[in-house]
């Protein structure tokens, strides 16, 4: 919020903003909060989205990747059976191109076939033997160290027992077996549960399998298949069904262990990441595999070790065939294996897209905090703007602007309001005479006392210096402005503990309320400074309302002022004389030389209203002139006529004494030019000049004595109280204030107060007058207390030249009875 709006909403104390710096209101704070928590979730959402689709991706690439590795390898696993299993057409290809194979050679020929190969559990000959032949087959493999060899059926449960009578058997004959007493030896394949499969190769003259069957290795039972390969009577046909049956002479038989098969195709080709779960082929989905080759941190694949389990997952699922023995293969990726799917790169980018998007967030945030900074620090900075340094107080600025504020709301209707101007009384002598500091320490009290006393829709400020202003709001009656000015009035009068000695100091306060006449702020204001204008003319420690008659009297002084620069050049300035008498005789001694103001549309101003006008504008600097210098042509006048007085007394203002080389100039030029004594004129000040002059101006004082000038107090008894300056200064003659001659006859310590004066005046050799004598009873008074000398109506009012002449030339006055007196009344 702005400084401005801040002013909007009053405050007793000048606070730039409600929220100070740094406190964030919790609606702020989520409003702010807004963008980067949008920021935050839409980067969430692409990365997931980002994640999502590389997952997916990632999942259909590894799934096409594994789909090929598998069948590829299904197909290198078909190729390593099918070439064990050529292996077996070799082993025929003996007994079709030998008659009669020897167990000898057999063994040899086999032997070198199967050596290292772990997959061919066995590879056996197995003749087609006739009921009648059974003794001699018996016998010859006796014979050939076979021990206790004998035909053997295989039972449903695969134990062995003797083989019964048959037509025919098929006895494993041959065997790369070691020969000892093995079990293999004499197991009748043409047992019922080893048959068809046999029938099946015979018949079709192709190799035939039986999946899945107990085999018998001598050393423990193991699950294998085997296959059987048909041997035909060499030279005899084999082409149809018949011939084939007729002309089978046996089979090559081979055992093969799965497991070990599997192994060793894997072993050959490589695994390739995959795991391998080799089933019956149509197995149940609950039946175990009947080999699993899996990696080894799958090593107890508890799970999915059933056909369903293997299947639930990915998989890839084929056959493998060994004649007409076929298995269900099915493959799956082995885990953290090159075909299983990796989602590596959907996590980076899922990562990545996270710490982007914080990334963000946090720049979003570091960014905004540092505009953040940056509108504070301005803020702050138009705050100061706004800020008294020394008081804190709103200053000149702020107070205007809040003004402007309130006067536009009254205008629209809202309560009027008052504006208290208000400076220190004779602050300058504080800061004169106890230093800055106390002075500054002065005003910071000010500051405070204002501020406890006002409400707080009220504002005060310091507008410089010693100068405060106080905006009062909801004033419903003027009068009620004077209630807090008195307050304040009072409040500054009570002593301050500072300095040495502590201070005191009071205030004049003017007071100007919102009307709807006003016409606008700094008029109102305008209107305050003259109300405290007044109060200043009214002896200050007051307060005074501004008022019509007050406006109408500023706006005479105004024109006044401006129409007394003219009044010296436009010829409008005249000088009365007043006669000085010697109180025995009623001779003339002297004359006072009193200002008249001739003006064409005011007629006669006299000196009471414009005197003071003149001073404060810095004319009576040129009127003041005009006057001496009027005087002393006047004074040569006379003495050209010999009837001059003994001296014509000028009156001369503070100003004027305050520009003392101009004054010493102007008296010293007046004084050649009419070439007047200076013992002939004198020049009147009041004691509170006296009092203000300086050790220079003393100087000049001493000086102008010396010429021979006389200095006269005027007003006598009126100001200071001090009457050291009698004894400081060349002063020839005391003028009684006319205020206390005007009392002698009636109040008694008024008279006691001029007889001590006169006393005074004769212990100190100084001449005396009495000012403003108006009759008889005050003249009898005056002589009494040894007063010689005397000025007022009694002898003759203020006259100009020319009657002022006449009387010179009478020489002397009859008290009471001077016929020139009506004459000199309408002058004044
Ligand atoms: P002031 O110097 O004390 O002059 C005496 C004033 O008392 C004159 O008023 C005079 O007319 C008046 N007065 C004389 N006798 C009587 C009396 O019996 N009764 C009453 N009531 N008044 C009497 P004025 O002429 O109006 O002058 C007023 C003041 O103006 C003077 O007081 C003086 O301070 C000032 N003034 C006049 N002329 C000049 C001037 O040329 N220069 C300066 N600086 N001030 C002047
Ligand atoms: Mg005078
Ligand atoms: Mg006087």
Known sequence: MSAITSLDAPRATFRASPHPPGRVTPWRRILHGLPFVAAGALGLALSVAAWFAFWHRDGELARLEFESIAANKAGSLQNGLDQYLNKLVALRALFQSIDAVGREQFETFADQLVRDQTAILRVNWVPRVERDERIAYERAAAGDGVTDYQFKAVAEDERLSLSPERDEYFPIFYSTAPRGTHDLYGIDLGSPKRRPPLELARDNDRLGAAGNVMLHTGVGDRHGFFVVLPVYRRGLPHDNVEDRRRNLVGFIHAAFQIEALIESLLAATGSHGLDFHLFAYDAAPNALPVHSHVSPVDTTPIEWNTKAAVAAGPHWSGELRAGDARWALVMTPMSGGPAHAGYDRAWIVLVAGLLISAGAVAYMCASARHADRLVLANRKVSELARIDALTGLANRRAFLERLTAVFAQARRGREAFAVLYFDLDHFKDVNDTQGHPVGDELLRHVAERVKKIVRRTDLVARFGGDEFAVLEMDVAEFAGAGVLADKIGKALAAPYAIGANGVHITASIGIARFSETVADPEALLMQADLALYRAKEDGRNCFRFHSDELDWQVRERVTIAAELRQA????????????????????????????????????????????????????????????????????????????????????????????????????????????????????????????????????????????????????????????????????????????LVFGVTTDSRNATVVRTAIRLAHELNIDFVAEGVENEAQMKFLIAAGCERAQGYYFSRPVDARHASELLRQGWIRPGKNSLRVVATTAA
């Open 568 to 739: 010296v050049d436009r010829g409008e300035l005249e000088l009365y004389y007043q006669p000085q008498v010697e109180l025995g005789s009623g001779r003339i001694v002297g004359l006072e030389a009193l200002l008249r103001w001739n003006n064409a549309r005011r007629g006669t101003v006299p000196p009471s209203i414009f005197i003071p006008i003149a001073e404060r504008t810095g004319s009576i600097l040129p009127i003041g002139q005009w006057a001496f210098d009027q005087a002393c042509r006047q004074l040569r006048l006379w003495q050209d006529q010999r009837i001059a007085p003994a001296f014509v007394a000028v009156n001369c203002s503070a100003l004027q004494f305050k520009a003392l080389s101009e004054l010493e100039r102007t008296i010293a030029d007046s004084l050649a030019r009419w070439d007047i004594s200076p013992q002939r004129m004198e020049i009147e000040l009041t004691e509170s000049v006296l009092m203000d002059v300086t050790q220079q101006q003393s100087g000049t004082l001493e000086r102008l004595r010396e010429l021979g000038l006389g200095i006269a107090i005027d007003d006598f008894g009126t100001g200071y109280s001090s009457l050291n300056y009698l004894t400081k200064y060349p002063v020839n003659r005391l003028k009684i204030a006319q205020e």
